[in-house]
C-alpha cells in the first residue's frame, strides 16, 4: 500500500467540479474528511453498519466509509455541507438530535426521503432509516420530525411501522 | 492496495488473463463486503483489485421472454426499485430489503454477493431457489454454470482467477410459492443466523438454506422428501433430511443446535403455508 502513486480523480462534490489526487487505499470518507477539509460528514462504525458516514452518491445514500475513492470519477456526491438548515429544522423541533455525531448521516438520509416522496408507496420511513443507528435520542423523534417535515406539521409517527 | 480501472469488457478480461493464478487481480464491485474495518486491514489493503464499476456493460436489469437478467453491477437497489420484478419474482426483492440498509442495498451487487461467498449471504439463496444460472466470462469465452454447482467450499467458487461474473439469468417460470426467511438478531442491518428460501413451480420444490452449512446449500433431500410425501406432520420429520442436507456451527452469531432446531421449524411452516393455501 505504501509507494503506491496517488490516483488523479475528477467528480462533482455539492454541485461544484472537484480535482484532486488520492491515495489508492483511501476511502470516499477519508478523502472527504482528510483530503477536503470537509469534516460534516463523521465516521462511526467503519464497517457500514452506523450510518453515519452517509453521503449521496449519484442521489442515492451511500455509507462513504466503505466506498474506495477512486470510484467516485465522473460521479456526483453530496454532503451534508450541502444542506440548508431550513430544511431539516422539523428534525431538530421534534427532538431528533442530541449528542450529533449520527445526525449528518440521520440528515442524509432524511433528506433523500423528502427530496423523493414517492418512497413511501413502498417503504416505511423506519425501514429507510434503518441504516442510520442512534444511541441517544431514539428513533421516534427522527420518524416524527421527518413526517412533520414531510407534512409541513407534526405527524403521527409510523410507530407501528416495521420493517419487513 | 492498487487497482486497475478499466473502461471496457474486453481490456478487463485482458488485465485478468494476463495474470498468474498465484497473484491475480481480485474484482471489486460495491466494495461493501472489502472495505469493513478497511483501515486495519493490511492483508486486503496490500492487494490488487480489478475495479469494474465503470463498465457500462455490466449495468442493468434486463428482461427477456426466457429470463430475467442481472448484470454483474446490478444492485439490490436496482432489483427492490424494478417493477417486474416485484411482481414476478418477489422473492428476490423481499432478500434484497433485507440487506443492509438502503446505503448497501444502493452499493451491494448480487454478483459480488455470490463471488463473496458468504455462507450467511441474503442474494444468494433466494437466487439459487430460482435456478439462477451465473455467467463467466473469460479470454476464452463465456461459460453459464447452475448457481447450485458454483460453490466448491467455505468462501470458494468455481471462478477461475482469469473470469469475471458478468451476468446472472434467473429462467422464467410461474412460481406461485416464493418465500424467504431471514432469521437474525433485529429486523434491520441483521447478519443471518439462518436464512431460508423456498419456491414452488412446475419443477418441483427448491429449498435452499443460508448460515447452516460451509456454503450457502440447496437441500435437494428436503426437496425429494416433500416433493413425494407432501407436507410433513411435525418439524421433526423434517430432521433426517435436513441433517443430510446441512451442516451447521457454533459461532459468534448462533448454535449449532438453535439453527437446526430453527431451520427445520421455519422451512416446516413455510411448506405447510403452502400446502394448505394450494389444497
Redesign the interface.
Known amino acids: 500500500?505504501h509507494g503506491?502513486p496517488e490516483i488523479p480523480l475528477s467528480f462533482t462534490l455539492n454541485g461544484r467540479t472537484v480535482e484532486v489526487a488520492v491515495d489508492?487505499?483511501a476511502?470516499l470518507l477519508d478523502l472527504l474528511r482528510y483530503d477536503l477539509g470537509m469534516t460534516g460528514t463523521k465516521e462511526g462504525c467503519?464497517?457500514?453498519?452506523c450510518?453515519a458516514c452517509?453521503v449521496w452518491?449519484d442521489g442515492?445514500?451511500?455509507?462513504s466509509?466503505?466506498?474506495?475513492a477512486?470510484?467516485v470519477?465522473g460521479r456526483e456526491i453530496r454532503t451534508i455541507e450541502s444542506v440548508d438548515p431550513d430544511r431539516v429544522r422539523e428534525l431538530r423541533s421534534a427532538g431528533a438530535t442530541q449528542c450529533g455525531a449520527c445526525t449528518p448521516g440521520v440528515v442524509m438520509?432524511a433528506l433523500?426521503i423528502l427530496e423523493n416522496p414517492a418512497l413511501l408507496d413502498?417503504h416505511t420511513i423506519r425501514?429507510?432509516?434503518?441504516?442510520?443507528?442512534c444511541r441517544c435520542t431514539g428513533y421516534d423523534g427522527i420518524v416524527e420530525g421527518i413526517e412533520a417535515a414531510m407534512n409541513g406539521r407534526p405527524g403521527k409517527t409510523d410507530r407501528a411501522g416495521?420493517?419487513? | 492496495m492498487r487497482s486497475v480501472r478499466p473502461t471496457g469488457l474486453g481490456q478487463a478480461l485482458e488485465l485478468l488473463g494476463e495474470r498468474p493464478a498465484d497473484a491475480p487481480l481480485i474484482p471489486l464491485a460495491g466494495g461493501t463486503d472489502l472495505l469493513v474495518h478497511w483501515p486495519i486491514r493490511p492483508d486486503a489493503r496490500d492487494r490488487e483489485y480489478l475495479d469494474v464499476t465503470a463498465l457500462g456493460e455490466l449495468r442493468g436489469v434486463r428482461w427477456s421472454d426466457e429470463a430475467l437478467e442481472l448484470g454483474a453491477l446490478a444492485s439490490y437497489w436496482d432489483v427492490i426499485g424494478d417493477r417486474r420484478a416485484n411482481e414476478e419474482l418477489p422473492i428476490l426483492v423481499a432478500a434484497a430489503r433485507q440487506v443492509g440498509a438502503i446505503q448497501i442495498q444502493s452499493r451491494g451487487t448480487w454478483a459480488g454477493n455470490i463471488v463473496n461467498g458468504s455462507p450467511a449471504a441474503d442474494g444468494v439463496p433466494v437466487l439459487m431457489a430460482c435456478d439462477a444460472v451465473v455467467v463467466l466470462a473469460s479470454r476464452q469465452g463465456t461459460r453459464a454454470l447452475p448457481l447450485d454447482h458454483y460453490y466448491t467450499g467455505y468462501r470458494e467458487g468455481a471462478r477461475r482467477h482469469d473470469e469475471l461474473v458478468v451476468a446472472i439469468r434467473i429462467p422464467r417460470a410461474a412460481r406461485p410459492l416464493q418465500r424467504f426467511v431471514k432469521v437474525g438478531p433485529r429486523r434491520a442491518q441483521a447478519i443471518a443466523k439462518v436464512g431460508l428460501a423456498v419456491t414452488r413451480s412446475a419443477a418441483g420444490w427448491r429449498v435452499v438454506a443460508a448460515s447452516v452449512a460451509p456454503t450457502v446449500r440447496r437441500c435437494t433431500s428436503v426437496e425429494h422428501l416433500i416433493d413425494e410425501n407432501g407436507a410433513p406432520n411435525a418439524p421433526e420429520d423434517l430432521d433426517a433430511a435436513l441433517r443430510a442436507d446441512v451442516a451447521p456451527i457454533d459461532d459468534i452469531r448462533s448454535t449449532a443446535t438453535y439453527r437446526m432446531r430453527v431451520l427445520a421449524r421455519v422451512l416446516f411452516d413455510a411448506v405447510r403455508d403452502e400446502t394448505e393455501r394450494s389444497g
Open positions: 500500500m503506491s489508492p487505499s476511502r467503519g464497517e457500514g453498519e450510518g452517509t452518491l442515492l445514500p451511500a455509507d466509509c466503505l466506498v474506495p477512486f470510484q470519477e438520509s433523500w413502498t425501514e429507510l432509516m434503518a441504516g442510520n443507528l416495521r420493517v419487513p
